[in-house]
């Protein structure tokens, strides 16, 4: 006999219309029953478009009786308005933010990659390029931007409106939440503080006209990440990695987080990817080397580049003053510029993709 588990079970083969995740996982379905080989779904959509409410009843109807002891099924709507009120097309409350062009979101699957340091040179290398650029730094417990940034005491100021007005350094519009903190205050915060003011870093920051917001995203893929994702339209996601296997094996969750919202994937790039002796000359793979390439090519996403492991990065990132910004001729610096050139194609073919013909 068929069980509830089992109906469940089929029904996470079902995605929702236009989304990479399930309904089960976004909470569409709401109630099953099972009796005497019928099967009675009820789901609550979050949309009354007929368009969308009538694909979920055919794919579902199509998953569940592919059980053999199902004969037929049974796909209920949940009405009322408090109950439709209570669900929402999953991503709903995204908008763009005023006066920003694009969102650019840099992740990582695990901590320890250098994700900060390449967020923070790759927006100085799309600020080279002439383009306005805000940096958000995301990451709510352990904040790095200012420090790398070279200005840890600013304090960011609030306008008349008692919006926050970014700490500007570098050409680059900042804010994060170490301008707030002392250099012994803990954030002991749960997940729902942790929410509010990555939506408050968002929305009520006076980001004014900019091209290009990066932003740097906590490693891992919880309450931070979604609630970027959750808010703004993002244009496309870089995923930074090492190149050791357990880095790696992160690499695929990173990406499946942009697919789960409809993010594109603008490619990956591989940090202390080898380290040259400044002595001898002689190149040394430390972490091992390749892996970001063939991990990139395995997921059908683009290779952006590779960045040594040198002591000159982590020395200038701790006075405060990111290679890029420092040496323009360096040849880190010179990567960053061939890794933002590749990113703003990337971006384009998105926008072109976009576009209605």
């Given amino acids: ?20 995740r399930d309904i089960v996982t976004l909470g569409v379905v709401r109630g099953i029953t099972v009796h005497e080989g019928r099967a009675t779904i009820l789901v609550a959509p979050g949309t009354s478009k007929p368009e969308v409410i009538a694909a979920l009843g055919e794919a579902i109807e199509a998953a569940v009786c592919r059980h053999p002891e199902i004969d037929a099924v049974d796909v209920q709507v949940a009405g009322g308005e408090t109950e439709h ?12 933010l005023p006066g920003v ?4 979101a840099i992740a990582s699957g695990k901590g320890g990659v250098g ?33 790398m940034m070279g200005v840890p005491e600013a304090r960011p100021q609030a306008a008349q409106d008692k919006r926050i007005v970014p700490v500007e350094r570098y050409g680059l519009s900042l804010m994060s939440m170490g301008f707030f903190l002392d250099d012994e205050s803990p954030v002991i915060w ?29 490693p891992g893929t919880g309450d931070a990440q979604l609630t970027v994702m959750q808010q703004v339209p993002v244009a496309g996601g870089v995923i930074v990695t090492t190149p050791q296997d357990v880095a790696l094996q992160d690499v695929r969750r990173g990406i499946a987080m942009f697919q789960t919202v409809n993010a594109p994937v603008l490619g990956v790039i591989e940090n202390m990817s080898y380290y040259v002796c400044p002595s ?5 793979d430390v972490f ?19 960045i040594a492991l040198l002591p000159e990065i982590r020395a200038s990132m701790d ?5 890029v910004a420092a040496d323009a001729r360096h040849p880190v610096s010179e990567v960053f510029a061939a890794i933002a050139l590749k990113v703003l194609a990337a971006l384009d073919r998105g926008d072109r993709a976009a576009a209605p013909c």
């Fill in 85 to 96: 009120a209570a669900v929402t097309r999953p991503f709903d409350e995204r908008a763009p």
């Fill in 288 to 306: 091992a080397h390749g892996g970001g390439r063939r991990e990139a090519h395995v997921l059908g996403t683009e290779f952006l580049g590779e």
């Fill in 190 to 218: 749960r997940g729902p503080m942790v929410m509010s003011v990555v939506r408050q870093f968002l929305k009520d920051v006076l980001w004014g006209e900019l091209d290009i917001l990066v932003v740097d995203l906590p």
């Fill in 115 to 147: 994700k900060s340091t390449v967020a923070v040179n790759l927006a100085l290398a799309l600020n080279t390029r002439g383009l306005r650029v805000g940096l958000l730094d995301a990451d709510i417990y352990g904040p790095s931007i200012p420090l």
């Fill in 280 to 284: 001898c000359g002689r190149r040394e």
């Fill in 101 to 104: 062009r694009r969102v650019l």
């Fill in 319 to 323: 006075r405060g003053a990111p290679l």
């Fill in 1 to 20: 006999m068929a069980t509830i588990d089992d109906i469940r079970t089929e029904l996470r083969r079902v995605r929702y219309p236009g989304f990479p």
